[in-house]
């Protein structure tokens, strides 16, 4: 059976609809960054996807050609993430979607080199005839965290970023977002497919220790 991250990795991808905290170690992504509307049709963020899912399946699928990266086990592909934000707003405006910068990510496995990386990225490029340059190998540590379950729109999320800002405080703690440290999301649901009543996406804060 094909190993499957949010299964394994329960305490990252299948939280609660409370909030708790949790240590984020680093990890490897294929990422993509942009701005604008993510509901914008053929926008970036669209864009976004398409390139992250490319580049993901290319690796994915590498056992059945003659490329082989060392260590590689049958894998789920993870589910798509995201980290936003918008320029000289504290939090989140989702009344000014078009103000949003984004990085799209999609976790790789430990086994996937930089040097799979650009194979894959030349694999893709050439068979599907598209351009993967803007995708990059991302390695990012982010540390301590308040996080929950939203089930919902994603324009609710509000309610539950209040609880999680709430339960830190609780716990000694307050919200760290930085110019570094970002407001993020993990898709567990397809929107298109999905009732936006429905909708899971995992919210998680960076903090840090409350000074005295």
């Not at 996807?49 to 060392?70: E, P, Q, R």
């Not at 049958?74 to 918008?86: C, D, I, K, S, T």
């Not at 910068?101 to 996937?112: A, G, M, T, W, Y």
């Not at 919200?175 to 298109?192: G, M, N, Q």
Request: with cysteine; glycine share 6%.
């Amino acid at each position: 059976m094909a190993f499957d991250y949010k299964k394994e990795y329960k305490e990252f991808y299948l939280p609660k609809n409370k909030p708790s905290i949790v240590e984020v170690p680093k990890m490897n992504y294929l990422a993509v960054r942009g701005s604008g509307n993510p509901n914008e049709e053929n926008g970036e963020y669209q864009k976004s996807i398409g390139l992250l899912y490319g580049i993901a399946f290319t690796i994915k699928m590498s056992y059945k050609g003659n490329y082989k990266i060392d260590g590689y086990f049958e894998y789920v592909v993870p589910p798509l993430e995201g980290f936003w934000w918008q320029e000289g707003v504290e939090g989140i405006d989702y009344q000014k979607k078009e103000d949003f910068q984004f990085i799209s990510l999609i976790r790789l496995p430990d086994f996937v080199t930089k040097k799979d990386f650009d194979w894959a990225i030349k694999e893709a490029s050439i068979k599907k005839k598209q351009d993967y340059s803007k995708v990059e190998f991302f390695t990012y540590e982010e540390g301590l965290c308040v996080q929950c379950m939203h089930i919902g729109p994603y324009d609710t999320e509000a309610m539950t970023v209040r609880l999680m800002d709430e339960y830190a405080k609780k716990k000694g703690y307050v919200v760290d977002i930085t110019e570094k440290r970002y407001h993020h999301e993990i898709y567990l649901s397809d929107p298109r497919k999905c009732n936006p009543s429905k909708l899971k996406t995992v919210l998680r804060h960076p903090i840090k220790k409350a000074s005295k």
